[in-house]
């Protein structure tokens, strides 16, 4: 059974830990690149997306992926612009409470996923200015890919900062 409690205690320290300097085009690359690498490595079947300031800077599909990864890439980008959390956070939140973002806010689901994978791009003293999102795995295992992926692009040890 999930601790709901001890999953948004460490999101919430994943999100004030995976925060960038500054982040540019070039930054999207390497990053994309990194999360593209791992995909290839162990054949996972995910799609990729980052995005600064709503422009999708990095893009990419692995084998395996359908259309509908595409459309839970939307709705996962969705949450994190209108919440500048990560969408596992988000989605756990709601787990806890019992209820929906329809229920708490009157968005459509069709539009809004809080199923994990999407995790904000943190500016260290300016807060969210994109988002870094994978579809195509279980959602814990979406955020978690996410979060690895961050981690060792900032350099950042995963000590502490890993779902169970």
Known sequence: MTDFAQDLAIIARQEQALQFDRFDTDEAWKLG????????ARKAPITIE?????????????????????????RKRNVVELYHHSTYFVGQGNRQSGMTLTD????????YATNGG??????????CVGSVIVSGLAQRDDHGFVVEALAA???????GLMLD
């Open 33 to 40: 690149c990194r999360l593209r690498d791992m995909a290839v």
């Open 50 to 74: 980052i995005t600064l300031n709503g422009q999708r800077l990095f893009y990419a599909s692995m084998p395996g992926t359908t259309p509908v990864n595409d459309d839970w890439v939307r």
């Open 104 to 111: 708490k806010i009157g968005v459509p689901l069709a539009d």
């Open 118 to 127: 999407a995790f904000p791009l943190l500016i260290k003293g300016a807060g």
């Open 153 to 159: 692009h900032l350099g950042v040890s995963l000590d």
